[in-house]
């Protein structure tokens, strides 16, 4: 088959300099800098806690249709018949993770104010929907009761793929696609120079920060004994598209370092029309030497595969943190609201830099377990990891006071609040959430409870 009849000539990539565009095309002034919060939660059946399948009369399809016919959603598909897999508003998005995990991706706002009512606001209309269907919603990070077997699978070409290739990758594939639920948070950059110093930063302080949000302790209605299985679960997913990204961790780098990375990450599909072709034999740099069967790498090939790699921080049109646990209503916004502080400050920026700056990658790779089990109580450097939060924290909180957006007289250090009383006491969402249980405990019904957004 003719090349012009497989991709649109003008978007073919020529070179190196075409897989930089993105990242450039992205900048915009300082002015112009927004946020944008993703937040997942599992549906559970209210008095059985059993998980909501994908379709039927009780399902998360019934509450995408609710959602749609009361509150002006429109309906996402992959194709013009194709079953539904998203919906959309006003720059926002509900979209769903592979087991049925509903996302609010929310629309780019100017500060965290904004993104606490947006998500309170999804909330509010989910609450009318979930109360007539018998259904709950659970902030934690790791699903507290169903089995794998249990879950459903959403019907999108791009799951089918993974759950085909990720268990030849690492044992925690599965379960990293059904079974865990995350906040991230979405920034923007002006320059180079200042993108990757944001993912830099960003990346040194991934383990802290993922240890004050750890918050899945239960895992098929009992206790595993740690603070994240999320974090633990993703230890054991391929490591040629996750992690910290060794290359990127010390000054001078440039774009094209991520784009090095990215270019010998394992690809999963490419798409030609509302044709999908599995390839998960090659990696990108593979596919623009030599093509696949008879196709040659595009610009749009190029950002489906950059949105198919899962580093702990990740580098698109925004910087994108993504290494905490899904949490309760209280401290959902907590997590954009400590990346705010930091990133969208210089003084902070310069203040975690400094701090961070020693942080090697030896060492931050082998917190990583041991901040999955213990949370704030895990060691680095001779002390608990308490101690290091708090001094982030001090700064993420003087970037937002600096920053001043007010609301009710109050500026966007409320929303560090309650993350700072647990930090106080070195504790993490997990240790809260298990407060008070004792060995009789009916955990079923008091994860039922106590997750519960």
């Known amino acids: 088959m003719a090349e012009a009849s497989l991709s649109n000539q003008a978007e073919i990539i020529r070179g190196i300099d075409d897989l930089l565009i993105p ?106 929907i979930s109360g007539e269907l018998n259904l709950s919603w659970l902030g934690v990070g790791f699903h507290p009761l169903a089995r794998q077997d249990e879950l459903p699978w ?20 599965l379960d990293m696609m059904r079974r865990t639920a995350t906040v991230q948070a979405n920034f923007d950059y002006s320059s180079e120079e200042g993108a990757m110093r944001a993912l830099r930063v960003s990346l040194r302080l991934s383990p802290v920060t993922t240890a004050m949000f750890a918050n899945s302790p239960f895992v098929e209605g009992a206790l595993w004994g740690g603070k994240s299985r999320r974090a633990l679960t993703w230890l054991s997913v391929d490591p040629a598209r996750q992690g910290l990204l060794e290359n990127v961790l010390e000054r001078g780098k440039r774009f094209v370092d991520y784009v090095e990375w990215a270019l010998d990450a394992p690809m999963f599909l ?76 210089e003084r902070a920026l310069d203040e975690a830099e400094a701090l961070t700056e020693s942080f090697t990658y030896a060492e931050l790779e082998a917190l990583r377990p041991a901040l999955a089990e213990k949370g704030l109580g895990a060691t680095f450097r001779g002390e608990k990891l308490a101690a290091l939060a708090e001094r982030v924290l ?40 298990v407060e008070g249980l004792s060995a009789d405990s009916d955990l079923r019904s008091e994860i039922l409870v106590r997750a519960r957004i």
């Not at 944008?36 to 994908?54: I, N, Q, R």
């Not at 959403?154 to 044992?171: A, E, W």
């Not at 580098?315 to 997590?335: H, M, N, P, W, Y």
């Not at 600096?402 to 560090?416: F, P, S, T, Y």
């Open 394 to 433: 001090v700064i993420a909180e003087g970037g937002l006071a600096r920053r001043a957006r007010m609301r009710n007289g109050k500026d966007e250090r409320v929303h560090l609040a309650r993350l700072g009383s647990l930090i106080e006491k070195g504790q993490c969402p997990a240790d809260a959430l």
């Open 154 to 173: 959403v019907p999108k070409s791009r799951y089918g793929i993974m759950r085909r290739y990720l268990p030849t990758r690492g044992t925690g594939g």
């Open 23 to 128: 990242f450039h095309a992205a900048m915009k002034p300082r002015d112009r800098y927004r946020i944008g919060a993703e937040a997942e939660k599992f549906g559970v059946d209210t008095t059985t806690g059993a998980p909501l399948p994908y379709e039927g009369p009780r399902s998360v399809l019934t509450v995408l249709e609710a959602l749609v016919e009361r509150h002006g959603w429109k309906i996402d598909r992959e194709s013009p018949t194709g079953p539904i897999i998203a919906l959309e508003r006003a720059g926002a998005s509900v979209t769903l993770e592979p087991g049925g995990q509903l996302e609010l991706s929310g629309a780019a706002f100017d500060n965290v104010h904004q993104i606490c009512l947006e998500m309170s606001g999804h909330l509010a209309e989910l609450r009318d």
């Open 270 to 345: 490419i798409k030609r029309g509302d044709t999908v072709l599995e390839n998960t034999g090659q990696s990108f740099r593979s596919f623009l030497k030599h093509g696949f069967r008879g196709h040659r790498a595009t610009s749009t090939d190029w950002q489906t595969h950059l949105n198919t790699l899962f580093p702990e921080v990740r580098l698109k049109r925004t910087i994108e943190v993504r290494g905490a646990d899904s949490q309760s209503a209280a401290l959902t916004c907590a997590l954009p609201a400590l990346w705010t502080g930091i990133l969208y400050d």
